[in-house]
């Protein structure tokens, strides 16, 4: 009853090299973030693929998976959850972590929490600023005071600004202040925001000799080429999930299993539901389910006419029973019989006959995945 990753390990490490060597290439860093599920893959797996890229650090998302990185990468793991005073259970994470690691973990820093911080441990931290996003962060006044105020034992190593994925399709035409001379510059909102932050830290990293550098996450490497060159004095850093582990999907199948064939006949009921069969069909009980996070999907966000259009399809279908499978045989979606169980599937099959123990492919969000095995990448 195996739900698998298989890895093509060439095409998936040619990838990683290609988005390592374009950052770097451009003057930036590449931080890997690893966090969650590992994106499907795991996050020791991502780990040890971050070491054999050569890197220097990664990025896990909380402190409950920072242990686990610290045993398996060598190098800095900067937390991308802020420190919390308010949370007494990740405290005592903290605790344990910076007792013998305190050196190659960075925390992240979006309130006045300071004091509280270093009574953890903590010694190195990134400063968050609050950006359109308005999750974490520091408004311009407060970044300032925390600068200011910063325990002389705790080494500051930048300004971290995590930005929203959707940037209005308008270029706006702004005036940046980037040299001696003013310049006339068409740049996205997120450029702009960063540009002004980077002016607010600037003064006063200079005024505190503080390091000029940024960490910047959802931000496209154009847009990354033309603020490096537009802030010289900077250096910057890319944090990528998605786009560095997910970016090659041709290098990634998902298969589950054929564990049985049924042949029922028409108003037959199967199920945990005991559905009724429109005609005489094949069911296929196929290894892959709520467990491996099969039909899971985040609230979607449908902007454009076609994808209401294929939303309100969809909510059709369910209706009249006829629900899409992830799954697919011959290139054709296979319809569920019914919602699909914790470890298997109940499919429709009308058209080619698999065999028992057939390798059925799915299309699965991998950031909400669970696999039994992931192949290829020994």
């Given at each position: 009853?195996?739900?698998?990753?298989?890895?093509?390990?060439?095409?998936?490490?040619?990838?990683?090299?290609s988005?390592?060597?374009?950052?770097h290439?451009?003057?930036?860093?590449?931080?890997?973030v690893?966090?969650g599920?590992?994106?499907?893959?795991?996050?020791q797996?991502?780990?040890?693929?971050?070491?054999?890229?050569?890197?220097?650090?990664?990025?896990?998302?909380?402190?409950?998976?920072?242990?686990?990185?610290?045993?398996?990468?060598?190098?800095?793991?900067?937390?991308?959850?802020?420190?919390?005073?308010?949370?007494?259970?990740?405290?005592t994470k903290?605790?344990?972590?910076?007792?013998?690691?305190?050196?190659?973990?960075?925390?992240t820093?979006?309130s006045d929490d300071?004091?509280?911080?270093?009574?953890?441990?903590?010694?190195?931290?990134?400063?968050?600023?609050?950006?359109?996003?308005?999750?974490f962060?520091?408004a311009?006044h407060e970044?300032?005071?925390?600068?200011?105020?910063?325990?002389?034992?705790?080494?500051?190593?930048?300004?971290?600004?995590?930005l929203?994925?959707?940037?209005?399709s308008?270029?706006?035409?702004?005036?940046?202040?980037?040299?001696?001379?003013?310049t006339?510059?068409?740049?996205?909102?997120?450029?702009?925001?960063?540009?002004?932050w980077?002016?607010?830290?600037?003064e006063?990293?200079?005024?505190?000799?503080?390091?000029?550098?940024?960490?910047l996450?959802?931000?496209?490497?154009n847009?990354?080429?033309?603020?490096?060159t537009?802030?010289p004095?900077?250096?910057?850093?890319?944090?990528?999930?998605?786009?560095?582990?997910?970016?090659?999907?041709e290098a990634?199948?998902?298969?589950g299993?054929?564990?049985?064939?049924?042949?029922?006949?028409?108003?037959?009921?199967?199920?945990?539901?005991?559905?009724?069969?429109?005609?005489?069909?094949?069911l296929?009980?196929?290894?892959?389910?709520?467990?491996?996070?099969?039909?899971?999907?985040?609230?979607?966000?449908?902007?454009?006419?076609?994808?209401?259009?294929?939303?309100?399809?969809?909510?059709?279908?369910?209706?009249?029973?006829?629900v899409r499978?992830?799954?697919?045989?011959?290139?054709?979606?296979?319809?569920?019989?019914e919602?699909?169980?914790m470890?298997?599937?109940?499919?429709?099959?009308e058209?080619?006959?698999?065999?028992i123990?057939?390798l059925i492919?799915?299309k699965?969000?991998?950031t909400?995945a669970?696999f039994?095995?992931?192949?290829?990448?020994?």
């Amino acid at each position: 009853m195996t739900f698998s990753l298989n890895v093509n390990a060439v095409a998936f490490r040619t990838h990683l090299e290609s988005v390592r060597d374009h950052i770097h290439g451009l003057g930036a860093q590449l931080t890997p973030v690893i966090k969650g599920n590992g994106y499907g893959f795991g996050r020791q797996i991502l780990a040890q693929e971050s070491a054999l890229l050569g890197l220097g650090r990664i990025a896990v998302g909380t402190v409950w998976e920072l242990e686990q990185a610290l045993s398996q990468f060598n190098g800095e793991v900067h937390v991308l959850e802020p420190f919390s005073a308010t949370d007494p259970r990740a405290i005592t994470k903290w605790q344990q972590a910076t007792g013998v690691h305190a050196h190659r973990i960075i925390a992240t820093i979006a309130s006045d929490d300071l004091v509280a911080a270093r009574s953890a441990g903590i010694q190195n931290v990134m400063l968050d600023a609050l950006t359109s996003l308005h999750r974490f962060g520091l408004a311009t006044h407060e970044i300032i005071h925390v600068m200011r105020a910063i325990p002389s034992d705790v080494t500051i190593h930048g300004l971290a600004l995590h930005l929203p994925i959707s940037d209005s399709s308008i270029r706006h035409t702004a005036v940046l202040d980037v040299s001696a001379t003013e310049t006339s510059h068409t740049a996205t909102g997120r450029q702009l925001e960063v540009h002004s932050w980077l002016l607010t830290y600037r003064e006063l990293a200079e005024a505190l000799e503080l390091p000029l550098h940024v960490s910047l996450s959802h931000i496209d490497r154009n847009e990354l080429a033309e603020l490096i060159t537009q802030h010289p004095e900077f250096t910057f850093e890319l944090r990528l999930g998605t786009s560095l582990w997910l970016g090659a999907p041709e290098a990634l199948e998902v298969t589950g299993v054929v564990l049985a064939i049924h042949n029922v006949v028409r108003n037959q009921r199967v199920g945990y539901r005991q559905v009724e069969s429109a005609r005489n069909q094949r069911l296929l009980v196929v290894s892959g389910g709520t467990a491996h996070g099969v039909a899971l999907a985040a609230p979607a966000a449908r902007v454009s006419l076609r994808a209401k259009a294929i939303a309100l399809a969809e909510g059709l279908n369910e209706v009249r029973g006829k629900v899409r499978s992830p799954f697919s045989l011959a290139g054709q979606n296979l319809f569920f019989a019914e919602p699909p169980h914790m470890h298997v599937s109940l499919l429709w099959c009308e058209g080619s006959v698999p065999n028992i123990g057939d390798l059925i492919t799915c299309k699965v969000r991998n950031t909400t995945a669970q696999f039994d095995v992931v192949t290829g990448l020994n």
